[in-house]
């Protein structure tokens, strides 16, 4: 049987770090987040995330290191990898990969409120952001993102509360063969 290793990818703004978090406690995992670890990057490279995305385009190592990390730290198992790839980096090893999507107004609003920004700039660093990954991930790793084949639960956020959506995905993984 595998390590429990299990997926939460999807767009900006879909929830995948409150729902990955939850589902983490609820289960007692792990949770690692790709996010986060890119957040860090930029930080010490005094960069906005949009910067550091778009040096990325032209600097792979920077999602080599990412991804580094990501596959050292969830080859220790019992863990939920979070982050916009992560079920195509571990499609592989992990028990379960799981897509979140959402409208790109609700995921704007979303964003919006969480970093203090008007729609219209929400808007805007969802398009450029959506744009640079898409391009990234296609001259990179040769994956177009908008394909959702190797997702085994796929769930539009906007349709239910967050609570509803851990305890959904929580009764999925219990009730799997294993």
Do not use: C
Request: aromatic share 4%.
């Amino acid at each position: 049987m595998k390590k429990m290793i299990i997926t939460v990818s999807g767009e900006a703004g879909s929830g995948k770090s409150t729902i990955s978090k939850k589902l983490a406690e609820k289960l007692g995992l792990e949770h690692l987040s790709a996010g986060k670890i890119f957040r860090e990057i930029a930080e010490k490279r005094k960069m906005s995330l949009l910067q550091l995305h778009k040096l990325a385009e032209e600097n792979r190592e920077i999602d080599e290191e990412v991804d580094g990390k990501i596959r050292k730290e969830a080859s220790k198992g019992n863990v939920i990898v979070e982050g916009r790839l992560t079920g195509w980096i571990l499609r592989e090893k992990a028990l379960l990969k799981i897509f979140l999507k959402a409208p790109k107004e609700e995921r704007a609003l979303r964003i919006a409120r969480r970093d203090n920004k008007t729609m219209e700039e929400a808007l805007k660093d969802i398009e450029e952001r959506e744009e640079s990954n898409l391009k990234r991930y296609k001259e990179h790793y040769g994956i177009d993102a908008k394909d959702l084949e190797i997702y085994d639960i796929i769930i539009n956020t906007s349709q239910w509360d967050v609570d509803k959506i851990v305890e959904l995905l929580e009764k999925a993984i219990k009730n799997m063969r294993k």
